[in-house]
T-cell receptor
């Protein structure tokens, strides 16, 4: 079974600064997908960024980028130029090309003005 | 519809009662998923539908939980003899394709169930 671990229950960052959220996972699969989802107080999970394990290049979406270290099974999220609207829960998730996403326990991010 | 719609948004019930939670996926999405999110935790997989059939129900915790999708669109999650431990946010998601890790799931806002 796959497991996803987010070791930072809470993080805070000043507006306009950069923050990195950590995620590690455990799998014996070689082909899989990794995701970061944002969950604001509205509860709706919103996809932030996606990485395919067979791609060595780190995914980037505007202010969001990942550092994917396959050998270390690490998948961190970097948020640049943090904005107040980035305040939310962030979940790392794993899919082994099957039916389900396995989520980590989440990191609560607070962006301070 | 424009997004995944879940009703009710909030449901309060008493221990032992029966509840139904509804999910209306994005039109044309063949895959539908139910997840349960307990307070302070990440979502946990419950069940996956491909069309009308439950392709994977390995996440359902026990036989008090059941889900249907009779016409391949709207799905209903049914919980019998509710217990206080069933209190959680129940999230529904849909995707245009079937199984496969590349699928991007679109989530609804969830139904918060509180069992007193």
């Amino acid at each position: 079974a796959q497991t996803v671990t987010q070791s930072q229950p809470e993080m805070s960052v000043q507006e306009a600064e950069t923050v990195t959220l950590s995620c590690t996972y455990d799998t014996s699969e070689s082909n899989y997908y990794l995701f970061w989802y944002k969950q604001p107080p509205s509860r709706q999970m919103i996809l932030v960024i996606r990485q395919e394990a067979y791609k060595q290049q780190n995914a980037t979406e505007n202010r969001f980028s990942v550092n994917f270290q396959k050998a270390a099974k690490s998948f961190s999220l970097k948020i640049s130029d943090s904005q107040l609207g980035d305040t939310a829960m962030y979940f790392c998730a794993f899919n082994n090309a099957g039916n389900m996403l396995t989520f980590g326990g989440g990191t609560r991010l607070m962006v301070k003005p | 519809g424009a997004g995944v719609s879940q009703t009710p948004s909030n449901k309060v019930t008493e221990k032992g009662k029966y509840v139904e939670l509804r999910c209306d996926p994005i039109s044309g999405h063949t895959a539908l998923y139910w997840y349960r999110q307990s307070l302070g935790q990440g979502p946990e997989f419950l069940i996956y539908f491909q069309g009308t059939g439950a392709a994977d129900d390995s996440g359902l915790p026990n036989d008090r939980f059941f889900a249907v999708r009779p016409e391949g669109s709207v799905s209903t999650l049914k919980i019998q003899r509710t217990e206080r431990g069933d209190s959680a946010v129940y999230l529904c998601a849909s995707s245009p394709l079937g199984s496969g890790g590349a699928n991007v799931l679109t989530f609804g806002a969830g139904s918060r169930l509180t069992v007193l």
